[in-house]
DNA sequence: CCTGAAATAGAGTAAATACTCTAATCAATT
DNA sequence: AATTGATTAGAGTATTTACTCTATTTCAGG
């Protein structure tokens, strides 16, 4: 591993344990086992650290949440996506836990994410859209449509928070609690 | 205005401008213009300051949520609570900004925060549970009601998150498209 | 073996931070 | 006027933080 990726992976590491504020570049360095001087030849900042944290995010987004594009879609389809994600978002956990702060900091971040986003609802958009086409779901209005996409979204987003926030452990079944409210939002108009 | 709530007041622009950790004690003090020495007179350290700020949160839903209980329920009452709500939570819009994080650092605050969540929670419960004791909505299946109870729950907790980093301003309008969602998952149980 | 660039160590710095301490002031009561 | 307790100012402190600078080491290619 470069010392690149074992500085990411640390801060990764400490970010998710303690948040991003509570950790210096001094306490990156000193678990790394490398010196300080040699974080910031590798890294501008602080902040250059956490956007490659965000590009790593973004990658495995791009990578893991890939469609299976040769078959008529099904329901499984969706409920490992959204298995996935709640995976990766679990593995940069501390991102979405101080999103909106994180975000607020950095402009540049803030339009990357956001552009990333908007991408990755779309795709989950367009899922939906051939569910309907395949006639597992019924069809529906446009505007409630957008609602409902907004609700899925908003679970798959802020869920593990949920999580945290009960102190309940984050385990497969508690995630599959997550996948199974959003199966929740759509039954009805599941044929 | 009592120097207590005057330092409560201009923390908390503060911290809903910057967030708590951009913001110092000395920072809260010369807002406040008053000596830092002032400061740690009304407050012990900086985390009462968050703690009191949290009470008061508490209290504003305490007495601006309580549903006129001389009258059956209607679905009104339901849209006036969930904005109310909203109100409330974007006045102490730091507080859902950062939750996971600062609940992390405070064990008493997560206790406290959970258990008034907790009673907020079982109050929703209760009136969807008179919506439908009152025929304006379908009988749910216990478990299929607490899983459209969670969801209505997370959207009233993270819609102004969402709202946030879409950088979307939050007005009215904005609001609104929140509590639409909200009756969006319930239409579907609605007579 | 030499060279030079990349990588690293580690001391150092200016600023900020949370918080303390002491002395002064104020305001109400005796 | 004197006393007393609550309040306030403001200087001070130890620590931490992000980041810089310079000197040294490593190591691949000629």
Redesign the interface.
Known sequence: MSKRDLILSTALELFNQK?T??VSTNHIAEACSISPGNLYYHFRNKAAIIQALFEQLYAAWDTELSLPNDHTPQLSDLTNLVETNYQIIWRYRFVY?????L???DLAL?AS??ST?QRGFSGFQQLVEQFIAAGIMRPIEAK?LD??M??CW??S???L??L????QSIEPSTINSGV??ML??LQ?YII
Chains 1, 2 share one sequence.
């Open positions: 948040g504020a509570e836990r101080e999103l909106v702060a975000l607020r900091q803030h994410f956001l986003r409630t609602q409902l907004q609700i908003l679970i987003e802020f869920w928070n949920n945290e926030i009960q102190q199974s409210l929740r939002v009805p």
